[in-house]
């Protein structure tokens, strides 16, 4: 199978929770099969991670933050204490791994430095701008790692799509094969624009929300929005996945002779 015919063939494929929802996103976009042809062991730990994140990322903290501010707290100390559970979330991930990703180590700074300047300033809005931080810097090195000047630079959900599926699987080494290939290239160029792009509007809407609406609707909002964008990349990912596998497909096809004209009798 030539080159065009695989353009897409494995573009499937990464804020803890956005990026790694992207990255599968991106996973799942060149895939052959569909999820009812996954293994039950994949669909069931899908469903431990959405469980996860909904729970930890998302219930939990909104939850914690409302019985405090009922029971009187300030709305710095809560939305301080409310942080606890994605940094433990983060922090149980280095645990199990036994190594500090990237994307986790931005999420635990950000909590961080909002909980501190949040304390220091008294500023609730600080605290949930931790939030937009490493989306924000993810935006950017998403951006960054396509302006790199070399022709065959490996734009950053392309290295965290390989990171995820792994290198040294079968599919790993099939991404890294392709990877010759200008037009398997160009996709993850444009993938990767694509998300940059996201992340970083992404974080500019969530500081308009922040200062735009009160504490508590800004940290629900705030808690959703990733996931809503993370839904709708990871959808328009496997749509341009698609596309482009299907076009790279019709381009290797080869052309149906034209029907012969008989001879006048």
Same mark, same amino acid.
């Given at each position: 199978? /030539? ?28 895939? /052959? ?59 149980? +991930? ?19 430095? +909002? ?52 290198? /040294? ?12 290939? /200008? ?64 076009? +790279? ?17």
């Amino acid at each position: 199978m /030539d080159a065009s015919s695989m353009d897409a063939s494995s573009t499937g494929t990464t804020s803890a929770g956005t990026t790694s929802a992207g990255t599968a996103g991106v996973e799942a976009a060149g895939r /052959d099969t569909g999820p009812a042809c996954e293994p039950a062991a994949v669909r069931g730990g899908w469903l431990r991670s959405v469980a996860t994140i909904v729970i930890v990322d998302i219930a939990m903290p909104l939850a914690l933050y409302s019985g405090l501010r009922s029971a009187g707290v300030s709305a710095v100390t809560a939305l301080v204490l409310s942080g606890v559970f994605p940094a433990l979330s983060v922090l149980a +991930g280095l645990v199990r791994h036994r190594r500090l990703e990237v994307v986790g180590a931005l999420v635990l700074a950000g909590i961080v430095l +909002g909980a501190v300047l949040g304390l220091v300033l008294h500023s609730p809005r600080l605290v949930l701008v931790e939030g937009s931080v490493p989306t924000a810097l993810f935006g950017i090195a998403c951006l960054g790692s396509l302006c790199s000047g070399m022709p065959r630079a490996r734009p950053l959900m392309y290295g965290f799509a390989l990171e995820f599926i792994g290198p /040294d699987s079968a599919r790993g080494r099939e991404m890294s094969d392709l990877w010759r290939h /200008d037009g398997y290239r160009r996709v993850w160029r444009v993938i990767t624009a694509a998300w940059g792009a996201a992340f970083l509007f992404e974080a500019a809407l969530r500081i308009v929300v922040i200062y735009s609406t009160s504490t508590g609707t800004a940290l629900a909002i705030s808690k959703v929005t990733p996931w809503v964008f993370a839904g709708v990349m990871s959808a328009w990912t496997f749509a341009y996945g698609t596309y482009r596998k299907r076009k +790279g497909e019709r381009a290797a096809a080869p052309s149906a002779p034209a029907p012969s004209t008989p001879a006048p009798s």
